[in-house]
Each structure stands twice: as C-alpha cells, then as structure tokens.
C-alpha cells in the first residue's frame, strides 16, 4: 500500500514539475504575442498583403526544410498570388519583399537606407568590414577612395590582363570539345585568375603555390557561404560552430587571409623603399586627370551602358570625359597603399585587407555566374549567337589578335546580349536593407516600419510584363535603343543602383566583353538545356544547380551564312 501511496505521489509531483512550467511558458508567450501584435510595428507589419501567419512563428515553418530551388518556386508563388509588395514574419522579424520599380527607386536611391540587412553577417570573417557589409562614415570614406579606382583609365590598363587570361581558358578548355561539361568550372577559375592580378597584382609569373592556394580558398568559401545561406540550421552561428564547415573556414581564411596580408606587406615595403628612392608612381588624380594627348580618338562615342545606366544616380561617372588611355598598370591594392602613403586618405592596412578581399569576392563569383550564363543562353538561342559572331568577324575578321579596348566599344550586339543575360539571370538576384526609419513607398502609399528587413526582388523586376514586352523571352533588342528610352531606370537594376551601387560595373562589363567575345571568336557553344530545364538557386548569387552544361565545336573563322 506504502509503494502504491509512494507511486502516485511520485506521479503527481512530477505533473506539477511538468505541467505548471509549461502552463506559465505558454501562457508568457502568449501575452507576448498578443502584446506585439499592438505594437506599432506589427500593426504597420501586417497592413502588408502576404501569407497567413501561424502565432509566434509567423511563416517560418513555410520554409522549413525546403531546398534552394523549390524556395525560389515559392517566392515566385507568391508574387502572383499578393502581387509586389510581400510581407513575411520569420518569427517576429519582419521581411517585406519589393518587386516594383518604383518601391525599388525610394529604397536604393535613398542616403538613408543603405544599411544592410543582417543575412550580410557570413561575409563577416572573410571579408570584416570591407564596402560590400560595411555602413556609415566607414563605408562613405571608403566608397569615396574606392570608386575613383574604378574609373575607366584605370580599367583599360587592365585590357592586357583580361586578354591574357581569356586566352589562356580558351586552351584549357580545348580539352572538353565533343564533351557535355561546366563551363561554370572554367569561368570560375578565370576570373579568379584576373582579380589576383588586377586588385592585388600577382600575376601567372609572379604567383607562386599560394596564388593557387588562395584562388582555390576563394572558390570554397563561396560555396561555404552559399551553404549557409540555404541550409536553414547552418545559419546559428552556434550550431554552424559544431559542423566540419566551420573548421573548413578558419582553414581556407587563413590561406586567403595570409596571402592578402603577406602581399600587403611587401607590397608596402616596396613602396617606401622606392620612395626612399624617388620613385613615386602616379596618384589616382594623376591617372585619371584629363590630357590633351586623347588616345582613342573614341572617348566620347555613347555606349549602350552610357544610356541604360544614365538614371542610376552613382558615384561611377564623374571624370569619365577625361580619358587619357592606357597608363602604367598599377593593382587596386597598389592604388589604395599609394593614396594612404601619401596622405590623400585614411586607411590602415587592416582596412585596405578588408577591401581586397570584398573586392576579390564581389568580382569573383558574380562575373563567373554572368559570364557562364551567356555561354549557356548562346548554346540554346544559336540564331543570336550568329549575329554575336558575325558582330565579332566585322571587328576582328580572321585574325587572332587581342582584343583592344576600341573593339569593346564596337560590340554593340555582345553588349546587348550580356545586359539581357543580366536581365534573366542577374548574378545577385535580390538585395536586402535593414531600414533604420520608417519609409513609405510608392505602392499604396504603405508605410515599412524601422527595423523591417526590406528584399529588393531584382529577378522579379526584371521579369515584370509592365517594363518588358515579353519578359519571358531571351530577346537581347529588349536593349535597343527605343527600348530602353523611355523604360524606368530601375527596372533594370544589375549592379543596384543609387549610392550603394555595384562599383564594379564598369569593369565586369569591360572584363564580359574580353573574355566572351575571346571565347566566341574560338567556339561555338552549343547547349541541348533549354531555359524551362534550369534549376535555379535561390541564393545570395544566382546559379542553376544542374550546371552550366554546355559543349563546344571548334569556330570556323568565317561570316556565319559562309560556314
Ligand atoms: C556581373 C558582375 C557583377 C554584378 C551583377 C554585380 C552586382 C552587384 C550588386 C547588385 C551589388 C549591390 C549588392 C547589395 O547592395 O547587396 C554590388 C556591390 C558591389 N560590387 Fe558588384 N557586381 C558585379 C561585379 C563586380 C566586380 C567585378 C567587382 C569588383 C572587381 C564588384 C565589386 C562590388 C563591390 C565592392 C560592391 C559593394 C559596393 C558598396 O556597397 O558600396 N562587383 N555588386
């Protein structure tokens, strides 16, 4: 009878150990709960036309355990279903998706809300507090020292660089023809190939193991971040720090961060030794000031991107008139320790790591993904890839020789055919803001309370019929001059737009345009993968995670009605 009476007693006070806890935790959450909805930014939150929300968790469980491929089937979804404007609570974060023009132009051409939002925080060890995460006066000091170094006297030195590379994967990847392969694989180690040696100066000659070491880190770390960006758990810092991938990081950093700061160093010490010297080589205001020996003679010809990116309101065109042709060729990281040697600007060689390493990754899987879905596209619209190279055989004929920054500037069709490969396939297919105030925007006059997660769904802009005829349609006259007159400036938004914009753009085209058309001028690229087979990856870079498969023929250096 004791150990009955013991039994019960027992059972009893472990329900009560049990039971009341758990009356008083869900009774708690669900006064917080009632209590957020009355505050001020849940109600403005759930003004926002978006999906059913389940108490506490919100919409999280929507996308719980699905793969990269089917969220960017959902979030297609739901633009059709609540139209541009898209609110959803990850528990009580607010995320509100933009797919408009116009709500796009208040939020990028804004000083104000150009914090970026806290998904950024991955980039964090790799790349500190570099131009891409960075935000308030470091950023604004940096961008003013960083955009003129981009400015397009600099960028044509870069000319021999991009040929000498293009050249050298056009012979790697003759060992593929007849074969289906990723030619993702080869833009990928070609770009990397061109960043090593334009932002940090190490070039084929100079680079010993670590050259290849640090490209292959690069690579990794990529696919590293990607990975946490889509698997869901990989996202707490505190779990990521249990996974094998965490140990993969700190490993690959310190190869990228061990070359970045072994080359600055002698980088420096090279400077002040030649200083010592009298050797000083040009400022950025001398490689970029105006002369009258005008080299071109094609300086003021209006590109196709002189038009399309006129409303963009950056920091990209000043000075561009005053192009003086090809100078000495000195690397980004040459050009910031010159400005912060002689006095122009502030910044420490941490800093200066910071940026080359933001550099090396923007420029890196961004062009590798652009210039690997120009390939793909060309291999299936083979009509379009004959008036790419009949363009080319005008310019070029049957020779072999580099290309020159003049011939750029006569690649109209090419060009066209990259922008509307970026128009389908922008490489960053959305941009996230953390908004620091309140802001409304055009549609309906909503309000977007501070502290909202604001996602510029620049893929879906891109595709929206109010902007393009057929937007479904690889059509590259989409680019033609009529076309894009009258067309609003940011519902063609690649690089973003506004004060945060892409400081890369000029080079990622200039750089497109060698590489490709060095490429076509080689190869046909054929692809049996029509556009409605892609799998595409929602993720932080756009990439189809079938692979780029394409195959390529040997080119005949002839017009193509004579082939
Ligand atoms: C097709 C190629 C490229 C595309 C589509 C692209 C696109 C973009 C976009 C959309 C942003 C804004 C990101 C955001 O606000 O979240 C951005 C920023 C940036 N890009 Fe690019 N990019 C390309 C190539 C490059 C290259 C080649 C470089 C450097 C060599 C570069 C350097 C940067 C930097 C430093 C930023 C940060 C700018 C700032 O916040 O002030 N990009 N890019």
């Not at 491929?69 to 609540?82: A, S, V």
Request: proline residues 4%; positive net charge; contains cysteine.
């Amino acid at each position: 009878m004791a150990v009955v009476e013991e039994i019960q007693a027992y059972h009893y006070s472990s329900t009560r150990i049990i039971f009341y806890p758990l009356v008083l935790v869900v009774t708690s959450l669900w006064l917080l709960y009632r209590w957020q909805q009355q505050t001020r930014f849940y109600k403005l939150g759930n003004k926002l036309p978006g999906p059913s929300t389940v108490p506490l968790f919100g919409n999280a469980l929507m996308v719980l355990g699905k793969n990269p491929d089917e969220l960017i089937n959902l979030g297609l979804e739901y633009t059709k279903k609540y139209g541009t404007v898209i609110r959803g609570w990850i528990g009580s974060k607010l995320v509100v998706f933009l797919c408009d023009a116009d709500d796009a132009e208040v939020i990028l051409n804004s000083q104000v809300h150009i914090e970026k939002a806290s998904e950024y925080r991955f980039f964090k060890p790799w790349l500190g507090e570099g131009l891409l995460i960075s935000s308030g006066e470091k950023w604004r000091s940096h961008r003013k020292m960083i955009a003129p170094t981009f400015h397009i006297n600099i960028l044509k030195s870069f000319i021999g660089v991009f040929n000498q590379n293009s050249r050298n994967v056009v012979e790697k990847m003759r060992g593929e023809m007849g074969k289906e392969f990723d030619v993702h694989d080869y833009m990928s180690g070609v770009t990397v190939d061109i960043l090593l040696e334009t932002a940090m100066g190490i070039t084929k000659e100079t680079q010993d193991e670590s050259g290849f070491d640090y490209a292959m880190a690069v690579m990794k770390m990529c696919d590293i971040i990607h990975q946490r960006h889509y698997k869901f758990w990989m996202r707490f810092d505190a779990i990521f720090k249990l996974t094998s991938f965490f140990e993969k990081q700190k490993h690959l950093l310190s190869i990228i961060h061990g070359l970045t700061n072994k080359v600055i160093k002698s980088k420096k010490e090279k400077y002040i030794e030649n200083k010592s010297k009298g050797i000083i080589p040009p400022t950025i205001g001398e490689l970029t000031r105006s002369s009258a020996s005008n080299d071109t003679g094609l300086a003021n010809v209006q590109t196709l991107a002189d038009t399309v990116f006129k409303g963009y309101r950056d920091d990209l065109d000043y000075n561009d008139e005053n192009d003086v042709g090809e100078k000495k060729r000195l690397a980004f990281l040459d050009l910031m320790i010159e400005s912060a040697q002689n006095g122009t600007n502030k910044i420490t060689d941490y800093e200066i790591k910071e940026e080359v390493d933001t550099i090396m990754f923007e420029g890196h899987d961004t062009t590798a993904a652009g210039s690997s879905f120009v390939l793909c596209l060309l291999g299936v619209h083979q009509k379009i890839q004959e008036r790419v190279y009949d363009e080319l055989y005008e310019i070029f004929g049957d020779s072999d020789r580099q290309v020159t920054f003049e011939d750029t500037l006569k690649m109209k069709y090419l060009e066209r055919v990259i922008f509307e490969s970026l128009r389908m396939y922008p490489p960053v297919p959305i941009i996230a803001r953390k908004l620091k105030q309140d802001v409304k925007i055009a549609t309906n006059n909503y309000v977007l309370p501070a502290g909202a997660t604001v996602v510029i769904g620049t893929y879906k802009i891109h595709r929206n019929p109010k902007y393009y005829k057929n937007p479904e349609v690889f059509d590259p006259d989409n680019f033609l001059p009529e076309n894009t007159q009258n067309r609003h400036y940011y519902s063609y938004i690649p690089f973003s737009a506004g004060p945060r914009s892409c400081v890369g753009r000029k080079y990622a085209i200039l750089k497109l345009k060698v590489l490709l058309s060095t490429i076509l001028r080689n190869y046909k690229m054929v692809s049996n993968v029509t556009e409605d087979q892609y799998r595409l990856q929602a993720d932080i870079i756009l990439k189809r995670t079938d692979g780029f498969r394409v195959q390529i023929e040997p080119r005949k250096r002839v017009p193509t009605s004579v082939a």
